[in-house]
């Protein structure tokens, strides 16, 4: 078992920034990568960035060059900066994990970011 905790979300205007946090806990050596994933309203749940333990990184085409995922493997985190950001990424942010083996998907609560001026 893996829990995920995150912080940082809110509330931003258009070109604005903000950092998102995700703490691990519990079964942390399982874990084979982390990342974010979001969801807007009315719409499936999206992937935004993820990270290997061996710091591989993968972006969603609309945020490559705007956002930039890192990890802290001493301290069993990962991040998320995210930069001149837009309405259409207002959704709640969360953050992610993959595990094994054998094979298991971790999730967080989520955490909102609202984009708006």
């Known amino acids: 078992q893996v829990q995920l905790v995150e912080s940082g979300g809110g509330l931003v205007q258009p070109g604005g920034s903000l950092r998102l946090s995700c703490a691990a806990s519990g079964s942390i050596l399982s874990i084979r990568a982390m990342g974010w994933y979001r969801q807007a309203p009315g719409k499936q749940r999206e992937l935004v960035a993820t990270i290997t333990n061996s710091g591989r990184t993968n972006y969603a085409d609309s945020m490559k060059g705007r956002f930039t995922i890192s990890r802290d493997n001493a301290k069993n985190t990962v991040s998320l900066q995210m930069n001149s950001l837009k309405p259409e990424d207002t959704a709640v942010y969360y953050c992610?994990?993959?595990?094994?083996?054998?094979?298991?998907?971790?999730w967080g609560q989520g955490t909102q970011v609202t984009v708006s001026s």
């Open positions: 992610y994990a993959l595990i094994g083996p054998p094979r298991g998907d971790y």
